[in-house]
């Protein structure tokens, strides 16, 4: 009787032990699968993805305003400017290396802060206040402190979905 229910003991914890391994497979396996149709969702989308600086200049030499124009060469509508990011890299004022990521605001322009021109997106003729493929996206975006007077600075426009371009801006 004692070999028997020992034999019972020992089929048991096997028993409970697969079923536990199994589940512990079959949950790896479903999260595994999630993980792949979002990388998958993602490279799609990036791959359709893409922009072109065509011009930067700083508006007043010396002064903290510059002015973007950024081309929607890809395939995706931008639904969310919000979502952009906008960096900065120039020497300042006080002749100090500066390195800024600028914030939108859709109201008015503040220091740091980045926003859509009031001509808004250039033409906007498919899917009114998006920025949706071949349109030009003109951006305002401030400094504080402002770019020094006779040097070069860099600005750097993002998608959300890791698309980025660059372009040098010298000022006069």
């Known amino acids: 009787m004692g070999i028997v229910l020992a034999g019972f ?10 079923v536990l391994m199994f589940s512990a497979f079959l949950s790896a396996s479903v999260s595994q699968g999630e993980s792949l149709r979002v ?4 490279s ?3 791959l359709g993805s893409a922009l072109s600086i065509t011009s930067a ?3 007043t030499p010396a002064g903290p305003d510059v002015a973007v124009q950024v081309d929607n060469s890809g395939s995706q509508s931008v639904v969310r400017f919000g ?21 939108y605001t859709s109201g008015a322009l503040g220091n740091n802060q980045w926003t859509i021109a009031t001509t808004g997106v250039q033409p906007d003729n498919f899917n009114p206040g998006m920025w949706d493929p071949g349109e ?12 020094k007077a006779g040097t070069a600075a860099e600005v ?6 890791g698309v980025n371009d660059k372009s040098s801006i010298v000022n006069p």
């Open 44 to 46: 799609s989308e990036r």
């Open 57 to 59: 200049s700083v508006v």
């Open 9 to 18: 003991v020992v089929i048991t914890t096997f028993l409970m032990t697969s």
């Open 136 to 147: 030009t996206l003109p951006i305002d975006l401030r400094v504080s402190p402002a770019i």
């Open 83 to 103: 979502e952009l990011d906008v960096i900065i890299k120039y020497t300042d004022s006080d002749n100090t290396a500066a390195l800024r990521y600028l914030a």
């Open 156 to 161: 750097v426009v993002g998608t959300p979905w």
């Open 39 to 42: 990388i998958t969702h993602v």
